[in-house]
């Protein structure tokens, strides 16, 4: 097997376990994954030329001590201070990045910390991505909220007190089509100031019209920048395209969106050079488009339904931290989000160095906020969830959380005018 994330399924028939195992193990029977598909919108942009250029001719390995302090010196960070304070060498030096980065933090947002929720709407896929629970040939529980049922959780959700939710969806175009997701913007502007989507990309004229039911901003996870381990981990679908992905988040702003969030998720591949990459679209975008709200975060993988050994292999807390620090370093202004992927002592910890913002309250799964706010069991039917989280903690109990470590939580800052 050429990757560590296999995942059968002894309920597949026949024909679609051939299928699978020939993906998996003939890369002439798949299809290019750097080609567009035919109903992919190609841009012209220079940016992810910039990024990629960048990220191949970093070599960590020629940092030094003198190169991180010399870094830390600096009042602005420039991209090859940045490349220093990822590198190994830097790694003796995290007790100084954090109190930059705190410096950095403070500075610019205060003491405040962002709560919001995800709202999981369908957990159906087209995509053949081997670590991802919800990929096509894994076996779990599919389901499609209805909008009486979208409506429902949505105001379980908002009755909590949350003002902002993220609408996700599985990547299945066919189950969840561009105009279901936008009735359930529609919705969601019904119960929060602020509506986000983390779904499958989509063209600029797309964005557009989600832009007009309600959305404010988009999420986009790139997985990982390496172009070869990519393609050996996504094995089918339109996820498969690695520079449609690449341009989603322009084709958002170009639709209208007022924000975008970038991420990697570390874990997959070489995580000191996708760390670097994913600041760096963030970095080129941002000058590109001044007016566009921008953030990052920094999951790492988790184990999925009918795979436990799912892990980030080599980014420990530490690692983790350490390219959280040097994005505040690197990107002082950037809203910076920490998952529930991550542990409740992790999250307490870094929202006070240069963390801006955390989930509460969350569930992976389809259709069971009600169960999870209201501590009610049923038996409602319910999906399963895309990944397993390490942080359960309700939204009241993450917002009193929050507020004893002297943060002052946040549930919006725009105003509608």
């Known amino acids: 097997m050429e990757n560590q994330f296999f995942v059968d399924s002894e309920h597949l028939s026949l024909t679609a376990l051939e299928k699978k195992h020939r993906l998996e193990t003939d890369r002439s029977s798949r299809k290019n994954h750097m080609e567009y598909l035919p ?16 990220m191949n001719s970093f070599d960590y390995s020629v940092y030094t001590a003198r190169d991180i302090r010399t870094a830390l010196t600096h009042e602005t960070c ?37 709560l919001f929720t995800p709202l999981y709407i369908a957990n159906y896929c087209e995509n053949y991505c081997v ?15 209805n909008m009486e049922q979208i409506e429902h959780e949505m105001k379980v959700i908002a009755d909590s007190g949350m ?65 070869d381990k990519y393609e050996t981990l996504h094995l089918y679908g339109h996820k498969r395209v690695w520079p449609y992905r690449f341009d989603a988040q322009e084709r958002a702003l170009r639709g209208g969106m007022r924000g975008v969030a970038f991420s990697a998720l570390l874990g997959l591949a070489d995580f000191r050079k996708d760390a670097l990459a994913s600041a760096l679209h963030v970095y080129y975008l941002q000058r590109k488009y001044p007016h566009a709200e921008m953030s990052l975060s920094c999951p790492r993988l988790r184990p999925i339904i009918n795979n436990n050994s799912i892990n980030p292999l080599d980014v420990g807390e530490k690692q983790l931290c350490q390219i959280l620090c040097a994005y505040r370093i690197f990107l002082p202004f950037v809203g910076i989000t920490v998952s529930s992927r991550e542990s409740a002592e992790f999250r307490n910890g870094i929202v006070k160095i240069a963390a801006t913002k955390v989930s509460a309250g969350v569930s992976t799964g389809i259709g069971d906020h009600e169960s999870k706010y209201n501590a009610k069991d049923d038996d409602t039917v319910k999906g399963d969830e895309q990944f397993e989280i390490d942080d359960n903690r309700s939204f009241e109990r993450m917002y009193k959380d929050m507020s004893s470590e002297g943060l002052q939580p946040v549930l919006n800052d725009y105003v509608y005018v």
């Open 131 to 145: 670590y991802c629970g919800f990929n096509c040939y894994n076996h779990i529980n599919r389901m499609k909220l």
């Open 39 to 54: 109903d992919m919108e190609k841009i012209e942009s220079d940016v992810c030329q910039q990024v990629m250029t960048q």
């Open 78 to 114: 420039s991209i090859e201070d940045f490349k220093a304070l990822l590198s190994p060498a830097a790694e003796p030096f995290l007790e100084e990045m954090a109190q930059k980065a705190r410096i950095e933090t403070s500075k610019h947002f205060g003491n405040t910390v962002y």
């Open 163 to 227: 003002e902002e939710i993220l609408i996700l969806t599985g990547e299945s175009r066919v189950q969840s089509d561009v105009e279901y997701i936008g009735e359930a913007c529609k919705l969601a502007r019904k119960y929060f100031r602020m509506v986000g989507l983390e779904i499958y990309p989509v063209n600029t004229d797309e964005y557009k019209y989600l832009h007009e039911c309600g959305a404010d901003y988009v999420t986009v996870f790139q997985e990982t920048y390496d172009t």
